[in-house]
């Protein structure tokens, strides 16, 4: 392998480990170090794109970062940028009605509230209007996160009738299949 190549290997093996601006940096001193700061003779030489290239030589020139549409600039904000207190909230409510997992295995706490209830709560309780509240599905989520687990309380059950029948019952006639009648498989 000459030196040629594997100095494009080396150049691209590093582009390839690095991102973002440390990586429009780099590359832009590989310009102006190999290529005589021509971005078109770095693409068709090492494969790297000319836009990112000519951006990062700006970066290298002003000193300053460029920083893109897609970093920072989109996407929804979480609910409590609206609502700075609503996780506090959401806990005052649940803590006077969650337990702990019975045998300890768990971390989470287990709540009796269901999520309709919870927003019903922080209307009426807490004060917040309706339409400032987040969804039920975004509640869950939060109410997730801060380790709560809402479960339906499980009714008691009483123990059941009467015994399944065994060969030492001593009525044992009564729960036998008689020959002549029919069977169904239902």
């Not at 601006?21 to 832009?28: D, G, I, N, T």
């Not at 700061?37 to 693409?43: F, K, N, T, W």
């Not at 207190?85 to 989470?108: M, P």
């Amino acid at each position: 392998m000459s030196e040629h190549d594997e100095r494009r290997n080396f150049l691209q093996e590093t582009s390839g480990g690095i991102k973002g601006y440390v990586k429009r940096l780099f590359m832009a001193r590989t310009v102006n170090e190999f290529f005589e700061g021509v971005p078109y003779r770095a693409e068709q030489e090492l494969g790297w794109n000319r836009a990112t290239l000519k951006r990062g030589l700006h970066e290298l020139r002003s000193g300053f970062e460029c920083v893109d549409w897609r970093r920072g600039m989109t996407g929804r904000k979480p609910v409590e940028a609206h609502l700075p207190h609503l996780l506090d909230d959401i806990r005052a409510l649940l803590d006077s009605q969650s337990q702990t997992d019975a045998r300890f295995r768990a971390d989470r706490l287990y709540t009796r509230m269901s999520v309709a209830e919870v927003r019903k709560q922080l209307h009426e309780k807490k004060g917040d209007r309706l339409e400032e509240l987040p969804s039920e599905e975004t509640l869950r989520c939060k109410i997730n996160m801060l380790g709560y687990r809402p479960v339906r309380v499980q009714k008691t059950q009483e123990k059941g009738g009467f015994p399944r029948p065994t060969p030492s019952s001593k009525n044992l006639s009564a729960f036998a299949r008689k020959p002549d009648s029919p069977t169904t498989n239902c």
